[in-house]
C-alpha cells in the first residue's frame, strides 16, 4: 500500500519569510513518481514538479525548490520569500504509472 | 503546458435529478482520466478510473451505478450522478493522465450542491 504523510496542516507566514512543506511517503515499489500540486481558493490543482525514484537530485525553479531524500523517504518542498498568490492548499502525492496517493495537504497563509 | 476543461464548474440540482459533469483533455489524448471527489478541507479521494473504451475501474465503496463513467473519446470522459441526494453534493475533480510526460493534469472541478 501507498501513503503520504504531510504532517503539516496548516503554515501561515508573513511576507518574504520561507516556508517549507514536509512529505514523507510509504511504498512497496521500487519504482515511483513523487509530485506536488498546488490547490489555490479557486480550486483547481496546478501541477508544479514531478521527480521519479532513481533522481534524487534537488531541484530548483524560481523562487521553489524541492529536497528528494530517498534514505528518508522524503520530498520537501520549500518557497523562498513567499507571496500573498503562494497562499494555497499544496498537496503532495506518490504514483506509479497509473494512480496518485494524495497527502492530506498543508494549507499555507502568507500574509501581507 | 497541458490542459485540462471540466465544466460545469458549479450546478445546483433538485434532489432526484442527474447531473452529468464533462472533462476534456485540450491538447493531449488521454487514455487514461481519473475523477476525485473532495470534501471541504481534505484531501482528493479516488472515485474512479476512466479508460477509453472500456469500463470505469471504480474504487472500493463507490457506486458504480450511482456515478457512471463514460470515456467514449481519447480526449473525453464524463460523470454522471445519477438520482443525485444532498449526501453528493460535493466538490468533484476530474484529471487526465499525460501518458509521454507521466503526470495527470486536473481539471478545474465542478461544485455540486443537491437541494
Known amino acids: 500500500a501507498q501513503k503520504v504523510t504531510q504532517a503539516q496542516t496548516e503554515i501561515s507566514v508573513v511576507e518574504k519569510e520561507d516556508v517549507t512543506l514536509d512529505c514523507v511517503y510509504e511504498?512497496?515499489?521500487?519504482?515511483?513518481?513523487l509530485f506536488w500540486y498546488k490547490q489555490p481558493p479557486s480550486g483547481e490543482l496546478v501541477f508544479l514538479i514531478r521527480r521519479n525514484s532513481f533522481d534524487e537530485q534537488n531541484e530548483i525553479s524560481g523562487r521553489y525548490s524541492w529536497n528528494f531524500q530517498k534514505s528518508t523517504s522524503s520530498f520537501n518542498f520549500t518557497i523562498t520569500a513567499s507571496q500573498v498568490v503562494d497562499s494555497a492548499v499544496y498537496f503532495c502525492?506518490?504514483?506509479?504509472?497509473?494512480?496518485?496517493?494524495f497527502g492530506a495537504g498543508t494549507t499555507v497563509t502568507v500574509r501581507a | 503546458g497541458a490542459v485540462v476543461s471540466q465544466h460545469p464548474s458549479w450546478v445546483i440540482c433538485k434532489s432526484g435529478t442527474s447531473v452529468k459533469i464533462e472533462c476534456r483533455s485540450l491538447d493531449f489524448q488521454a487514455t487514461t482520466m481519473f475523477w476525485y471527489r473532495q470534501f471541504p478541507k481534505q484531501s482528493l479521494m479516488l472515485m474512479a478510473t476512466?479508460?477509453?473504451?472500456?469500463?470505469?475501474?471504480?474504487e472500493q465503496g463507490v457506486e458504480k451505478d450511482k456515478f457512471l463513467i463514460n470515456h467514449a473519446s481519447l480526449t473525453l470522459s464524463t460523470l454522471t450522478v445519477t438520482s443525485a441526494h444532498p449526501e453528493d453534493s460535493s466538490f468533484y475533480i476530474c484529471?487526465?493522465?499525460?501518458?509521454?510526460?507521466?503526470?495527470?493534469?486536473f481539471g478545474a472541478g465542478t461544485r455540486l450542491s443537491v437541494l
Open positions: 484529471s487526465a493522465r499525460s501518458v509521454a510526460k507521466n503526470i495527470q493534469y
Open positions: 476512466s479508460n477509453e473504451g472500456s469500463k470505469a475501474t471504480y
Open positions: 511504498t512497496r515499489d521500487t519504482t515511483y513518481y
Open positions: 502525492a506518490l504514483g506509479g504509472d497509473y494512480k496518485l496517493s
